[in-house]
């Protein structure tokens, strides 16, 4: 088995994880998805299977194939292999997916908090081409957005800039209509 993963939400921000030789990459046939389970009251990110579509993210190397630590922040997805492509090479990866995740509803809100801290992650690997494409190949933007930015919710919560901030309200506007 691989030792490395995909990331396509909060992991793409270096400053959320510890894990070794990130680097970006893209993964062909899956679509982000914003999904809820009934376990928690809120939605995340997942992954959908979407031939059409491709996602940028990170690959980093999970050190000696411990992958406790990270299963247990994944609590609740399913690792699948896949492979990523790094430059023009593909890279075999695991890929983290929600099975049975069901779509947002209003009593599973969005955490600003959460949102901030991918969109920082895309900022700094990307520019503002990865976060326009974040927006557009992610679904289900119709969930109600909790601002928690004052007393953030998610554990691994960034501080951004106010330029960083108006990226993420920009793309927010853009991607609910």
Known sequence: ??????????????????????????????????????????????????PTCTIMGLVAEVPGGDWSALDLREQGYTRSPDHAMVGDHPHPIQVYAVPGGNPPSDHAPILLSYLDAVIQGFLIEYGHQGTSHFFSTTTGWNAPILDDRAAPQYPRAQRLSDAELAVVDAGLRTARG
């Open 1 to 50: 088995m691989t030792h490395h993963f995909f990331g396509y939400g909060s992991l793409v921000n270096r400053a959320t994880h510890s894990y070794p030789n990130a680097r970006p990459a893209t993964l062909r046939g899956w679509r982000r998805a914003w999904v809820h389970t009934p376990d928690l009251t809120r939605s995340f990110l997942s992954v959908i299977p979407d």
